[in-house]
T-cell receptor
Framework: DAGVTQSPTHLIKTRGQQVTLRCSPKSGHDTVSWYQQALGQGPQFIFQYYEEEERQRGNFPDRFSGHQFPNYSSELNVNALLLGDSALYLC????????????FGPGTRLTVT | GDSVTQMEGPVTLSEEAFLTINCTYTATGYPSLFWYVQYPGEGLQLLLKATKADDKGSNKGFEATYRKETTSFHLEKGSVQVSDSAVYFCALIDRNTGNQFYFGTGTSLTVIP
């Protein structure tokens, strides 16, 4: 049983560009959350998707948007990239109404130059 | 709002030493508490959890007890190994919503032979 997978592993972008990160949840999980982990910090909640809708959002600007597909996979989009967006982006999944324990993927390392 | 405060690192210990990493929390609802571990270049792995007051979570020789009276969830291990070198994150989630994890800033542990 594959766990949470994310792609790409690493990404380098230039300021002002746009980026899309992808996540496939663990089998049987229908809820996907995204977190941003800056270097030396704990992960910060960006948003959570369930039934293809954004269910809850953290304190992130509208430049951060997402999508969930019918197969429960998800994308995180960041527009107008800033140097401060450089971080490890983590995806986490869980089965809704069964457990709030979240399983994390390995992350995508985004570097903005 | 909800938050987690962790003991700052880095922590360096000799093999077989006793480990304590302090964690305290602030929560308005009914939190469940977690410890996650992150090895270099990887995502987060659940180490242990406790869902309600006085519960003790344990795994791989690590343990932590949910203390509501002191709002604490300190991580302990009686004899650390070199393979325990990693960054440890304390986290909480509100059982009412189960949507958003709040993480501490992480404590880096290095165990030397």
């Amino acid at each position: 049983d594959a766990g949470v997978t994310q792609s790409p592993t690493h990404l380098i972008k230039t300021r002002g560009q746009q980026v899309t990160l992808r996540c496939s949840p663990k089998s049987g999980h229908d809820t996907v959350s995204w977190y941003q982990q800056a270097l030396g910090q704990g992960p910060q909640f960006i948003f959570q998707y369930y039934e293809e809708e954004e269910r809850q959002r953290g304190n992130f600007p509208d430049r951060f948007s997402g999508h969930q597909f019918p197969n429960y996979s998800s994308e995180l989009n960041v527009n107008a990239l800033l140097l401060g967006d450089s971080a490890l982006y983590l995806c986490a999944s869980r089965p809704d109404r069964v457990s709030y324990e979240q399983y994390f993927g390995p992350g995508t390392r985004l570097t903005v130059t | 709002g909800d938050s987690v405060t962790q003991m700052e690192g880095p922590v360096t210990l000799s093999e077989e030493a006793f480990l304590t990493i302090n964690c305290t929390y602030t929560a308005t609802g009914y939190p469940s508490l977690f410890w996650y571990v992150q090895y270099p270049g990887e995502g987060l792995q659940l180490l242990l959890k406790a869902t309600k007051a006085d519960d003790k979570g344990s795994n791989k020789g690590f343990e932590a007890t949910y203390r509501k009276e002191t709002t604490s969830f300190h991580l302990e291990k009686g004899s650390v190994q070199v393979s325990d070198s990693a960054v440890y994150f304390c986290a909480l989630i509100d059982r009412n919503t189960g949507n958003q994890f709040y993480f501490g800033t992480g404590t880096s542990l290095t165990v030397i032979p």
